[in-house]
DNA sequence: TAGTTCGCATAACAGCGTTCTTTTAGAAAA
DNA sequence: TTTTCTAAAAGAACGCTGTTATGCGAACTA
């Protein structure tokens, strides 16, 4: 059966395909944690993963295409920072814990926010299609929001306050990474927590009844 | 009168100096201006000068001299901006257009911006004095929320409110910057001008009773 | 088995920040 | 005025970068 044997072999071929993406957007992804945007260089890729740069541009395109995979890793990252939060206490704190879970997230992995919010690589602007899969991360943070409404048109207007808080802590968070808070007697997350609470306070019904 | 002529020779010498280096970085700045952070090379500048790279490098070290004067002048241009506002309304008021001043530079000078505030060029990150020269731009802000409280201990008080207001602020005009807001029905200015409310009503005293 | 296609490595190109070497213009000295 | 010296600038070079062209060898097709 000669095309059973083919079909084998283009599935085999395929697999290692895969397996081969893999291993270099994992090796990039380390070397981006380990060293920096600024040793995230085709060379460095190739030699890491121990291939030639061909190989990177047969299977991304380009720089941009093979940034774009890290970009969309690290929103998933994000994400599951975000889905690690409890939301068994009430929703105000839940909130707030969503916020220092973002934050925890971008200080922990600086390169990769930096990537994802900053334009630390010349070469890479994130598309619109990514700007949208990247938003879609912080979809937890709105339907918190939603859920402290009661009416039926709160879909969209939980957004717009998500996309308040969200700007609010991205911000901070910025500032943060480029050292600007660095010589102040409040530490980064205090106020960042007095900003939160302002926008709770006054962007959200009272919670104080809610579970 | 040979000393005369040698002191007058070393002043020329010395006025020549100053107009180059001004030279330089006005065309630096109209290079960033008009074609972006990416078009911001010691070989471009020089050749938009007119000279060798040499030059730049005798009279500012490397790029990132460079750019600190351009970083600079960047919070200088904030700082008119801050200055043109009327604060002939109330203070509250004062405090809005205030920000709203810094998002219209940001969004008017955003090649600017993103030096002062996103990492653009990889070979610059400000030093410490530049920060904190930079800070100093946002001076008028600082005095505008101290001015809202009457107590003496208000002066680090109103620094804080001003970083979180700054920060605030700067998120907004970060992810607009980064496309997240192209796709909302409401505008970006609006989101900023509702988390500005919220902020203004939960931090400050009431401004109703002031000029 | 002969021909073809495809994947990958090697080498190259243009441009980057930076530095080294060489030229040159102009003040100082004679 | 002519020579000498110095300081500044130009130009080439080095080791990077992203990207592309060339070439080779192995595996599928006929």
């Known amino acids: 059966?000669?095309?059973?044997?083919?079909?084998?072999?283009?599935?085999a071929q395929e697999q290692h395909q895969q397996n081969l993406r893999q291993g270099i957007l994992d090796d990039a992804s380390s070397l981006l944690m380990q060293e920096g945007a600024n040793a995230l260089t085709m060379r460095r890729i190739a030699e890491t993963v121990g291939c030639s740069t061909t190989v990177l541009y047969t299977m991304f395109g380009n720089k941009q295409g093979?940034?774009?995979?890290?970009?969309l890793r690290g929103f998933d990252m994000l994400q599951?920072?975000?889905?690690?939060?409890?939301?068994?206490?009430?929703l105000r704190n839940y909130i707030y814990a969503l916020c220092h879970a973002y934050r925890n997230?971008?200080?922990?992995?600086?390169?990769?926010?930096?990537?994802?919010?900053?334009?630390?690589?010349?070469e890479y602007t994130p598309d619109e299609t990514n700007l949208?899969?990247?938003?879609?991360?912080?979809?937890?943070?709105?339907?918190a929001i939603r859920d402290c409404f009661t009416g039926e048109e709160s879909e969209d207007k939980a957004w717009e306050i998500a996309r308040v808080i969200w700007a609010t802590v991205h911000g901070h968070v910025g500032l943060e990474m480029m050292n600007y808070f660095n010589y102040s007697d409040v530490s980064a997350p205090q106020i960042l927590e007095r900003a939160l609470q302002a926008l709770v306070n006054e962007l959200?019904?009272?919670l104080d009844n809610s579970q």
Chains 1, 2 share one sequence.
């Open 1 to 11: 059966m000669r095309t059973n044997r083919v079909k084998n072999f283009r599935a």
């Open 66 to 71: 093979l940034i774009d995979e890290l970009y």
């Open 80 to 90: 599951q920072y975000l889905e690690a939060v409890s939301h068994l206490g009430n």
């Open 105 to 122: 997230f971008a200080m922990a992995n600086q390169t990769y926010y930096s990537i994802m919010f900053l334009k630390v690589i010349p």
């Open 132 to 143: 949208k899969l990247g938003q879609a991360s912080l979809k937890l943070l709105a339907q």
């Open 204 to 206: 959200l019904p009272d």
